[in-house]
């Protein structure tokens, strides 16, 4: 069991390096991007101005949470095959790990890691997501080129294991 844990910390420290990584800045005529490496500067890319999350209950910021997700999602869906040459797969998993990291920041701040459990969290996140993001999403959990897209309850399970990934590094 202790190795499966590790190779979880291990994936979970690989994302963290990897959007790390894509942050470079670029010398241009304005001091502030609105992307970098594929991500708005909304949702952390290059850029310490992330999303400050504010509810105080589990239930609460994953409302949140689902609240700035979706709409990054959707925005992911809405623009190129891929960015930067970053394909939507990996824009959608660097989004998601960005604001989980962030939220689950915000969990830490309020000693609630250890009582907000993922079937609760999901519970009240899920229903949140918009039909867009439903109709969609698994087309870009595999990247395309050629392969068959995912369904959105296989997106799902990906973005729980994200989420369980990152608690479980705590």
Not at 21 to 34: D, L
Not at 77 to 83: C, I, K, N, R, S
Not at 133 to 156: F, I, K
Request: with cysteine.
């Amino acid at each position: 069991m202790a190795g499966n844990s590790r190779m979880r910390n291990f994936a979970v420290l690989l994302a963290i390096v990897a959007v790390i990584a894509s942050c470079t800045t670029t010398p241009g005529p304005s001091p502030t991007q609105t992307v970098c490496g594929g991500v708005s500067s909304e949702m952390g890319g290059c850029t310490a101005e992330r999303h400050t999350f504010l509810s105080s209950t589990c239930q609460d910021l994953a409302r949140e949470w689902a609240g700035i997700l979706d709409p990054a999602l959707v925005a992911i869906l809405d623009g190129p095959e891929a960015v930067e040459m970053n394909s939507r797969s990996v824009l959608f998993k660097r989004t998601l790990v960005i604001t989980t990291i962030d939220m689950q920041t915000r969990l830490t701040e309020l000693e609630l890691l250890e009582t907000c459990d993922l079937p609760e969290f999901m519970a009240a996140a899920e229903p949140l997501f918009s039909d867009r993001l439903r109709a969609d999403a698994g087309g870009a959990l595999y990247g395309g080129g050629g392969n068959p897209p995912a369904t959105y309850a296989e997106w799902l399970d990906d973005v729980r294991r994200t989420v369980r990934m990152i608690d479980d590094g705590e």
